[in-house]
């Protein structure tokens, strides 16, 4: 009698007490309630480093003309001979040195469709890392008309050892503040992801100054005499320039109770 009456007071309990309990939400709310998201922190380090550029890329122009293709061709040849080894002999490598191929173009008189003469143009490129040969090119562009300085770069040799260590030191800030925050709060903080910011090394006002005067000093314009004079007050150190190097580390994080 007492198990008849025990079947009947389970089955008046309702269905929802004995069912198990039911999940609800969007998946990334589900994500949140079976794995807890991690407390983290992001620390951020930055670094900045300054070096002179110790190389300097010299663009030339060689203009030769001549009544005749071939005359001018020759012409051309030897100009680039004779500054090539102007050039060595002062002590630059052989392989700084490098010449486009040359182009040609007819000149035409104002009667008759034979060209009255032969234009043939060549490029030369030139890496020096001595301001003494910088003044040898100014030179050699002095005396001879057929040749003008049309271009310079400057280029820094330790790039890669520069960034390297603007890198280091960077995330040595980061980790500075991690031992700060671990001391300060009694956490321990895990690494757990790195991403960087590497800005691309970026040449001073002074390059485009030095470059100005020195390729504007070829034209006989009036106002690149005038540029000129404005920066003769202030004449550019003896080094080429200066570039700059940035790095900024965003280091994540976990944090751990002691």
């Known amino acids: 009698m007492k198990n008849r009456i025990l079947i009947a007071m389970l089955l008046l309990i309702p269905g929802w007490l004995l069912a198990e309990t039911e999940l609800k939400g969007n998946p990334e709310e589900l994500r949140q309630f079976l794995h807890p998201a991690e407390n983290t922190v992001t620390l951020t380090g930055t670094h900045e480093e300054t070096a002179f550029s110790d190389k300097a890329i010299i663009s030339l122009i060689i ?17 680039r001979t004779t500054i090539s080894q102007s050039l060595i002999d002062a002590g630059v490598e052989a392989e700084e040195i490098n010449t486009s191929k040359f182009s040609s173009s007819p000149q035409f008189g104002w009667f008759g469709s034979k060209p009255k003469s032969f234009e043939v143009v060549n490029r030369m490129s030139v890496g020096i890392t001595d301001e003494a040969h910088l003044q040898l090119l100014a030179n050699l562009t002095d005396d001879n008309d057929e040749v003008v300085m049309a271009g310079m770069e400057f ?38 992801g790195l991403n960087e910011r590497m800005a691309a090394p970026s040449r001073t006002m002074g390059a485009n100054m030095i470059e100005d005067v020195v390729v504007t000093a070829q034209r006989a314009d009036s106002a690149s005499r005038v540029r000129q004079e404005s920066f ?26 002691k």
């Open 155 to 192: 280029e820094h040799t330790a790039r890669d050892e520069f960034q390297n260590k603007v890198k280091a030191t960077a995330l040595d800030k980061a980790l500075a503040q991690k031992a700060a925050i671990e001391e300060q709060l009694g956490v321990d903080l895990i690494p757990i």
């Open 63 to 79: 203009t030769t003309e001549t009544e005749r293709l071939g005359d001018s061709m020759k012409a051309n040849s030897a100009l």
């Open 232 to 257: 003769a007050a202030s004449p550019p150190a003896q080094t080429f320039d200066e570039v700059v190097y940035q790095a900024t580390l965003f280091v994540t994080f976990k944090v751990v109770q």
